[in-house]
């Protein structure tokens, strides 16, 4: 059987419209106020995010060798919030791996995404609002050869009334091109860890693929293995393509809620944010083994109930 793809993201989508939509992650106004103001450059991060070793490395992604950040919705002592109780915007996402410095994120868009309980199988998740340009900004991750990424997350359905409209919804950026789920085509772009720059040529980007209604609009994994060797994408243990290799990851900082592509004016590309939840992000510095990936991407299916469809 084939393997699933060594990023895994989870997308849950939900139908247009209704009070899930609308409350949580929907287009609509009545997004919290600006907050956080981006400062510039966020590679080196204020010491004073860091919540010390408790709840760190603790979990059965942190028993694998080569975990270099992992993000989790649904501890809330590793998500910052403004007034935990009383105002739940997210001020920092905090890197549970054994990284040294943590790779932790902060949120510097025009207003902050929010902290959200029991709304992802029982468990909690950032919400995210695409036209209040809400995203999370992390350092670099320079001097790794290889990677492997689990994402879970939960984007809603938005059909564009024209594919030539520039409306996407930047899911993350941890190229020099960003990732979209879905981008103004309705199909998934994703470019994790991705490349390959040619002279006078914008950077190409990974992967796009056109996924089926019920995957669309349906709670998701997403796995992304990006090495020299090969570019691979599945969801749900089903391969979605499969490309060579040109592994590398920005100069610049990562970000988690949207896309910041250096090549791209903000006038050119005015919507690259996402409009959805978020709920866990975990990245290795290398491939994993064929049981590695079975045993975090069984770790994610029971924690976010998402039947593994597909074979590895």
């Known amino acids: 059987m084939k ?108 207003s902050s995404p929010l902290f959200v309980k029991n709304i992802f199988n029982g468990r909690s998740a950032l919400s995210f609002t695409r036209l209040s340009k809400q995203y999370l900004k992390g350092p670099s991750f320079l001097g790794l050869s290889g990677a492997e990424a689990f994402l879970v997350a939960q984007t809603k359905q938005y059909v564009p009334p024209d594919a030539a409209t520039l409306v996407s919804y930047g899911m993350w950026q941890f190229a020099d091109v960003g990732s979209y789920h879905p981008a103004h085509d309705n199909a998934w772009h994703d470019s994790f860890a991705y490349n ?21 609009f349906t709670p998701h994994i997403l796995n992304v293995i990006s090495n020299a ?46 409009n959805g ?3 866990e992000v975990i990245v290795y510095g290398q491939k994993l083994t064929t049981a590695e990936h079975d045993a975090v991407a069984s770790y994610l299916s029971t924690k976010w109930g998402i039947s593994l469809d597909g074979g590895k």
């Open 229 to 274: 060797q090969e570019w691979t994408a599945s969801v749900d243990g089903i391969q979605r393509g499969t490309k060579a290799g040109s592994f590398g990851f920005p100069n610049g900082p990562t970000v988690v809620g949207g896309t910041l592509n250096s090549h791209l004016s903000e006038a050119a590309a005015p919507d690259d944010f996402f």
């Open 196 to 216: 390959k720059v040619e002279p006078g040529k914008p950077p190409e980007q990974g992967l796009f693929w056109p996924p089926p209604a019920n995957e669309m």
């Open 277 to 279: 939840l978020i709920a």
């Open 3 to 110: 393997r699933a793809l060594s990023l895994a993201i989870v997308l849950t989508l939900s139908a247009a419209g209704g009070f899930f939509a609308a409350a949580c992650i929907g287009d609509e106004p009545g997004a919290l106020p600006s907050t956080n103001a981006d400062s510039g450059d966020h590679d080196v991060f204020n010491p004073g995010l860091d919540a010390g070793d408790a709840g760190r490395s603790q979990g059965l992604p942190a028993t694998i060798p080569g975990l270099v950040l992992w993000l989790d919705g649904d501890d809330p002592d590793r998500v910052r919030r403004a007034d935990p109780g009383r105002n739940e915007n997210v001020t920092a996402w905090l890197d549970k791996s054994p990284s040294t410095p943590p790779r932790h994120f902060e949120s510097v868009g025009a």
